[in-house]
């Protein structure tokens, strides 16, 4: 596994490897819309839409979008609920 | 000046096939989720797949795809296009109407419509909604 470079405390995990588009972006944007302002997410997903669905969407909603890793057949996205 | 990107997407869904519905729901949803509100125009097949206790149904997929496409298509691990219709709903702003003209055809009542359907306009209402956005034909 790679190294996130963010040292943020991550609040929750939503593992969504295996699923298709849009799956892991509407997981994302269910847990953002359950938390609290500040807390931080980390989203896996093995989509390839998601690469370019969750940034879009951030932008969108005026979310934090910390850091994008890839890792070996998947990404990682750390996100921080902002409003 | 309306953004350009908060103008609606209104699809009229015309092909009842689960592809083209699938196909239909990823725009819906897609629209919804950047804050675009949706408005769907339910006519012919598409409406007959609203119908109560045929949504979950196999609604077959279109000519054109071909024979090894086919099951390719009908094993694909995406969700239903019910549910993402359903999940568009829920984080945004879509309005599923059915064509009044597909319902007389079919003899389709309002009761025998799937409850995601938010009621029954002519294609002039439906235009009204259109405004200033894009229609598209599936």
């Known amino acids: 596994m790679s190294t996130l470079m963010s040292k943020l405390q991550i609040d929750k995990t939503i593992d969504a490897r295996g699923m298709a588009c849009p799956g892991p972006l509407m997981n994302l944007i269910g847990a953002i819309r359950q938390g609290q302002v500040g807390q931080v997410f980390e989203v896996l997903s093995s989509d390839e839409g998601s690469k370019t669905d969750i940034p879009a969407w951030l932008t969108k909603a005026r979310h934090d979008l910390v850091e994008v890793v890839q890792d070996n057949g998947y990404t990682h996205f750390i996100v921080r609920k902002a409003r | ?138």
Not at chain 2, 110 to 122: A, N, S, T, Y
Request: net charge negative; aromatic share 6%.
């Open chain 2, 1 to 138: 000046m309306v953004d350009e990107k908060d103008k609606p997407l209104s699809l009229v869904m015309f092909s009842g096939t689960d592809d083209k519905l699938t196909a239909a729901a990823v725009l819906a949803v897609g629209a919804a989720v950047m804050g675009r509100p949706v408005n769907l125009f339910l006519q012919y097949y598409a409406l007959d797949a609203f119908r109560v206790g045929k949504v979950k149904a196999d609604h077959a997929i279109s000519p054109e795809a071909t024979e090894s496409q086919a099951p390719i298509i009908r094993g694909h691990k995406g969700q239903h296009w019910s549910e993402l219709l359903k999940q568009a709903k829920d984080v945004g702003e879509v309005n599923i109407q059915a064509c009044a003209l597909s319902m007389d055809m079919f003899g389709i009542g309002r009761e025998d419509l799937d409850p995601m359907v938010d009621g029954i306009e002519g294609v002039a209402a439906f235009m009204a909604s259109v405004s200033d956005g894009q229609v598209v034909f599936i």
